[in-house]
């Protein structure tokens, strides 16, 4: 009897427990959920300030630019909540922004990061959280592809990675300017040593002689790592994320009487910072201008953005912004108006498509992974008046 009595007890306890839990999870579910009629966050975490501040300013103007244009078509009131990365900051801030964000449930989902190594830094955090991440310019190869891979399964990206970029650069510049001697620059974080890596695996294959140099990301003054560029070099390939030191580099190899010319990946495609005669820069994303489909949407955003030009930046991250703006629609239709979670808004990612695709054509997910299908990089030769002139 007395042992009925107890396993009747400890029944009703594990039951009370199970119902406790249960419970709790309702209560955390309903308290994440957000109404679709509410004004819904996405948080940008970009670099606002720093070297590459330009890189953030110019995705901000176009990813604002989509939500004034693109949310209201689809019944959506949304807003986007900036978060500053500055590279030379390392992953600190990048980490700080993903626990403030997370903790938002009005957040619900990610633009960005734009470097790969706030992607690194935070994609974790992301994840758990079930929260979707869509770069408009992390490129390095690692954060989807590999392993082990660096960032996690709710990252996703609008742009192709380093592993489509470093052998483009290096193929151009076997085929188009027939190197013999490349000389390869990284800074010591994520980014450049990734592209640095790929383009560098590349130019060995083809037999080209390569020589590496390393400087740290906080380097202001090139002029002791020229001296190191042999005077038969024909290319340095600088993958930086600050243009304004891609032009110290360019004018400190003519200061020294060097002939190699600098080429710079899609980190330093400025036209307004790096503009030396002869360079070349590569870079994921076409001149928009010359695509007629975008005639109304570059129209817009100039009316919105005076005395403001195209550059390449801006177009993907008005593309990603267009991405997660569908997948929230997307989302809220499943949940019949109120977002269950965070995560309900990343089931719907992958899902999404675009017809009229702003940089050409149309555009969707790879099934492969988290990149974009048929994506590819561009490659333009600086001018004597300092424009960007495609070639490749």
Partial sequence: MKKGVALLLVTLATALVAASAQGGRQAAAASSAVSCKSTLKIGFVTPLTGGASFLGTEQMTWAQYAVKTLAKPLGLKVVIVPGDTPVEQGPAPAQALAQKFVADKSVVAILGPSTSGAVAASSQTYFQAGMAHVSPSATRTSLTQGSPREATAAFLRVVPGDYIQGPTDANYMIKT????????????????????????????????????????????????????????????????????????????????????????????????????????????????????????????????????????????????????????????????????????????????????????????????????????????????????????
Avoid: M
Wanted: hydrophobic residues 35%; aromatic residues 10%; positive net charge.
């Fill in 177 to 392: 300017l027939k190197v013999k001697k490349v000389v390869l620059l990284d800074f010591q974080e994520p980014y450049s040593v990734g592209l640095s890596d790929s383009t560098e695996a590349a130019l060995k294959k083809a037999g080209v002689t390569t020589i590496r140099l390393s400087a740290p990301n906080t380097t202001t003054d090139y002029s002791a790592y020229v001296t190191k560029v042999p005077s038969d070099a024909d290319i340095v390939f600088f993958p930086t994320q600050k243009p304004p030191d891609a032009q110290t580099f360019a004018q400190q190899l003519l200061e020294q009487g060097k002939k190699a010319k600098v080429f710079g990946g899609d980190g330093s495609n400025d036209s307004s910072a790096f503009k030396a005669p002869g360079s070349y820069v590569s870079n994921f994303a076409p001149d928009i201008t010359g695509i007629a489909a975008d005639k109304a949407i570059i129209a817009g955003w100039k009316k919105d953005n005076p005395g403001k030009t195209v550059g390449s930046f801006g177009p993907p991250s008005y593309g990603a912004t267009q991405v997660l703006l569908n997948a929230i629609k997307l989302a809220c239709v499943a949940d019949h108006g109120v977002l269950k979670s965070k995560r309900d808004v990343l089931k719907k990612v992958k899902q999404v498509t675009i017809k009229n695709w702003i940089l050409g054509g149309s555009f969707k997910f790879s099934s492969r992974s988290n990149d974009p299908s048929n994506a590819k990089f561009y490659i333009f030769q600086i001018q004597p008046n300092g424009s960007y002139k495609l070639v490749g």
